[in-house]
Nanobody
């Protein structure tokens, strides 16, 4: 069993930065790939970024490439999402999710565990 708790969201002006954290419980967290997803008001949940269990492989949706960086510290059971050059269209609730299967964290359909989400609001 793995429990995920996101933190680090908040209100920031366009062009600013935030760093989200996804803290996990469970001894086997280092075996899981982790993805960040977001849901903007009135829109479907979408994939943002993912990282493999070792951290060696990452992937990003095109709209955040060059601005967001996903990383992990397995010793701390935590995955991070550094968000720079934020835009108003990045406003959403951000969720982290985990799966043993890499391809599952590239879409929101078959994730084993989800966090409760953290709100990110970017003002113009």
């Amino acid at each position: 069993q793995v429990q995920l708790v996101e933190s680090g969201g908040g209100l920031v002006q366009a062009g600013g930065s935030l760093k989200l954290s996804c803290a996990a419980s469970g001894r086997t967290f280092s075996s899981y790939a982790v993805g960040w997803f977001r849901r903007a008001p009135g829109k479907a949940r979408e994939f943002v970024a993912a990282i493999s269990w070792s951290g060696a492989t990452t992937d990003y949706t095109n709209s955040v490439k060059g601005r967001f960086t996903i990383s992990r510290d397995n010793a701390k059971n935590t995955v991070y999402l550094q968000m720079n050059s934020l835009k108003p269209e990045d406003t959403a609730v951000y969720y982290c999710a985990a799966s043993i299967v890499w391809r599952n964290v590239l879409s929101s359909g078959e994730l084993d565990y989800w966090g409760q989400g953290t709100q990110v609001t970017v003002s113009s």
